[in-house]
């Protein structure tokens, strides 16, 4: 698996967004405010706010969060308009190219569909790369995607789809998905058996848009359906759901989500994992107690998930925040992490994300992932996690804290400005690590914790 600052993330934002009437008049869909008032959709008729955050700020937000640095942006409809905003990329701190669709005598677009516009960009695409939407905005976690991806090319696979579990909620289901597998993508002849939805998020070998020709018109879903026959396209179900401004009711649904997520501080209860919520494991292969290497072995400690619950009931957000190494020094597969902290979010619901480190400065020699043997930022006790939490979602810091067993989680905590809270026993050689300096909580167990947090003792 390469560095997530390696992957090439190409965002299609060509479209006109007929849909959108007026409001797109002067205006690309990717650059349509987000603000608390807005031409055509306030019920109380005021006037539209005179600035806003352009859409796909929101999901660039997230991409750059997850570590990715490399754009392309293939444009069309008032493509000058996009590319005047956003320029070169410097201002998000990451590097953006630019494909403008092919166009006719008179300068106007083609429209080619997804796939006609995608290969129109092929001298410009890497061997593989991530693909996204400018008109959705997608929260998932983009490092299992480019992992499982990876893992399905080794296995023959050409591209990746994420899926969400449907049930008719957002448009058509079209996938079949069943027993772990992607079993059939049909976005124009739909059955009943279909129960998820294509998320939006793709990876791709560029292998797969050869056989088509500069000027073609097709649509990716074509690729895609055959690809699902031939059994070459992994399927990832994700859990949370997209947002999309399609529709100016769609817009309208963002502009409120986009208010309460990103606009209105909320403290944070930022914990680590292993020794907080599940039970250190005894390691076979080392003879040492360790971090579960499988999901079956993860196990939470009692009283964990009624804890996480109070919490939630009290209004933090819930974030876990874990340095997890075992890959990179060849105890486990990093898809095994992935799973690990899946079922974790399934016996905990309450949690509303979770951010790993999968990295170790010395590794080991039998690791299969010699990229993730390097220095990094986000490894505890040094702040990444907390910073790209934070560029996630608008966090009460002054409210918020830091709960942890070990030394390196009130580090943490500390050098990110947090109160800090130390879960089992301070001894003498901890508080020489914290320089003697005590953490604001000490309590046996997170129960104990919530209690004096929530005043309850």
């Known amino acids: ?256 989500y986009a208010a309460e997520r990103f606009e209105k501080p909320k403290k944070a209860a930022f914990l680590d994992r292993d020794g907080v919520l599940n039970e250190i494991v005894y390691n076979d292969d080392t003879e040492l107690l360790d971090s579960p290497m499988k999901p079956e072995e993860l196990k939470l400690l009692p009283g964990a998930a009624k804890a996480v619950k109070r919490l939630k009931e009290a209004g933090y957000y819930i974030f876990i925040i874990t340095n997890q190494p075992a890959a990179a020094k060849g105890k486990t597969g990093l898809t095994d992490l992935f799973d690990i902290n899946k079922k974790l979010k399934s016996l905990i619901p309450e949690i509303d994300d979770v951010f790993m480190c999968i990295h170790h400065p010395v590794g080991a020699a039998r690791s299969r992932e010699k990229n993730l043997i390097c220095e990094c930022g986000c490894r505890k006790p040094k702040t990444g996690l907390i910073d790209e939490a934070r560029a996630k979602y608008s966090v009460d810091m002054e409210g918020s804290f830091m709960a942890g067993d070990s030394h390196t989680d009130v580090a943490c905590g500390r050098a990110a400005g947090l109160a800090t809270v130390f879960i089992g026993d301070c001894k003498c050689d901890v508080c020489a690590k914290l320089d003697y300096n005590r953490p604001d909580i000490i309590a046996p167990d997170l129960a104990g914790a919530v209690d004096k947090l929530l005043g309850e003792v």
């Open 1 to 256: 698996m390469p560095l997530m600052e390696d992957i090439q993330v190409v965002v299609m934002m060509g479209g006109v967004g007929s849909r959108l009437g007026s409001l797109v008049a002067d205006c690309p869909k990717p650059l349509l405010p987000v603000g608390k008032y807005l031409p055509g959709l306030s019920d109380t008729g005021e006037k539209a706010a005179p600035e806003g955050v352009p859409f796909f700020e929101y999901e660039l937000r997230l991409l750059t969060a997850a570590g990715f640095r490399r754009f392309l942006f293939c444009t069309g409809y008032l493509s000058g308009e996009i590319e005047d905003y956003f320029g070169d990329g410097s201002r998000y701190g990451v590097d953006i190219k630019y494909q403008t669709d092919s166009a006719d005598d008179n300068g106007r677009p083609l429209l080619l569909g997804t796939g006609g516009a995608l290969r129109h960009a092929y001298p410009k695409l890497d061997e593989d790369f991530l693909l996204v939407y400018a008109d959705s905005f997608m929260d998932i976690d983009y490092r299992e995607a480019v992992c499982r991806y990876y893992e399905a090319k080794e296995n023959g696979a050409l591209s990746l789809m994420t899926l969400l579990h449907n049930g008719g909620r957002f448009d058509k289901s079209n996938v079949i998905y069943r027993d772990g597998s992607l079993k059939l993508y049909d976005k124009e002849n739909t059955v009943p058996e279909m129960d998820h939805i294509d998320y939006g998020v793709s990876l791709f070998s560029r292998s797969v848009l050869e056989e088509y020709k500069d000027g073609e018109k097709f649509d990716l879903s074509v690729i895609q359906h055959e690809l699902s026959l031939e059994g070459k396209l992994y399927g990832l179900v994700v859990s949370r759901r997209f947002y999309e401004i399609g529709r100016p009711e769609s817009y309208k649904e963002f502009i409120s």
